[in-house]
């Protein structure tokens, strides 16, 4: 019999929640064939079998957040096929539910009673929720959630620990001396309560569901990045002509060669990364009133999923040429989008880049990935009429969206970086082949 655990998926993480599993008891599996999802703080993934045989007891249900090196279920070998009550049994009444039922459970409950003890929360949680319930010893079952469904967030954790950590209000001694009869003290009035959230109700005009992890953890992010950071985003329109004129030149033997296709994305990527080595403030953090500068340029590249976000990075991307950036895309995409993106592939970047043109949009303000200062968005390519030398002359123009911190990056400096990268895509000279 082979265990199957909960797997370490990076140094940071201490919990995952399971979310799907892709056998059911009594299925044969194959070592290394995906078995389950899990999702956590830094990343959704497939989890392979780690043995052949087959799959005998299911642990854990879905949507069960559990500690890395947990057990979530069993593999035996291939000839126990017809051990197949043993699974149904943990399907219809799960192994970790049946120890309630014990008798010498029962006699410890009535002998010694438990009232003071804290009773483990069954609700959805995310791993970052349960993280900070666990760091600051909040019993969650006195916390009111305000998420979907009533789930627990984040905010909901720092609101209850606020309210908890402030000071009891001191009650001041009747006054009874004259004057406060002859001029009564007229009480402020209270602030106004905050209007209490919509209920929704399933019904013939509405669909009420559950936001999945994805969701929820995206939600967190950006919620706090717009607390974190003064967002202010600049535009500059860009003049594609050389680029898109050796992206036609080239692309078709480009994929011929290399077997994927020749965006602008790694031209846009490529100049990107000049910009970072002329302004390297871009290319750094904040740590309350400290900037720590990063000595890799490691860039983010922003994937659109079904239901979903995720931004891989491409690491030490000032040492790629344009191929090279391509190549990253396309690998760190294919796999983002299989769930086959390990955790330190989306950790570690020092700056993103959002393709949101690849939709066809003009432009946008994206929101700032923390805990890095700034994100370059690109609009679509597209060719538009523009005035040259009081002509006017067909010419391949997009928009770069640049979105910075204020709290670090001034007007100047955010158009000087974008008018750095403008510069090099205007006055393209470097081969892609």
Known sequence: ???????????????????????????????????????????????????????????????????????????????????APVAVAVEAAPVTAAPVVEAPVAVATEA???????????GPLSPLVRKMARENNVDLNKVTGTGAGGRITKEDVEGYLKASSAPAPVVAAPVVAAPVVAA?????????????????????????????????????????????????????????????????????????????????????????VEALRAFPTLNASIDGNNIV??????????????????????????????LGLQRSIVDLAARARSKQLKPDEIQGGTFSITNFGSFGSVFATPVINQPQVAILGVGTVEKVPVVIDDAIAIRSQCFLALTFDHRLIDGALGDQFTAKVKSVLENWSEDVL
């Open 293 to 322: 500068f990063h000595n890799e340029i490691n860039v983010g590249i922003a994937v659109a999923l079904d239901g979903g976000l995720i931004v891989p990075v491409i690491r030490n991307a000032d040492e790629k040429n344009v």
């Open 184 to 272: 009564p003290v007229v009480a402020a009035p209270k602030p106004a309560a905050p209007a209490p959230a919509p209920v929704f109700a399933p019904g013939a005009k509405t669909r009420v569901e559950p936001m999945s992890n994805m969701r929820i953890k995206i939600a967190e992010h950006m919620v706090m990045s717009k607390r974190t950071s003064a967002h202010v985003t600049t535009v500059h329109r860009v003049d594609m002509t050389k680029v898109a004129k050796m992206r036609a030149k080239h692309k078709d033997e480009f994929a011929a060669r290399n077997g994927f296709s020749l965006t602008f994305l790694p031209f846009v990527a490529r100049a990107t």
């Open 1 to 83: 019999m082979t265990d199957v655990v909960m797997p370490q998926m990076g140094e940071s993480i201490v919990e995952g929640t399971l979310t799907r599993w892709l056998k059911k008891a009594g299925d044969t599996v194959e070592r290394d064939e995906p078995l389950f999802e899990i999702s956590t703080d830094k990343v959704d993934t497939e989890i392979p079998a780690p043995a052949s045989g087959v799959l005998a007891e299911i642990l854990v249900t879905e949507g069960t957040t559990v500690q890395v090196n947990a057990i979530v279920a069993r593999i035996g070998e291939a000839g126990a096929a017809a051990a």
């Open 112 to 122: 010694a009673p438990v009232a003071a003890a804290v009773v483990e929360y069954s």
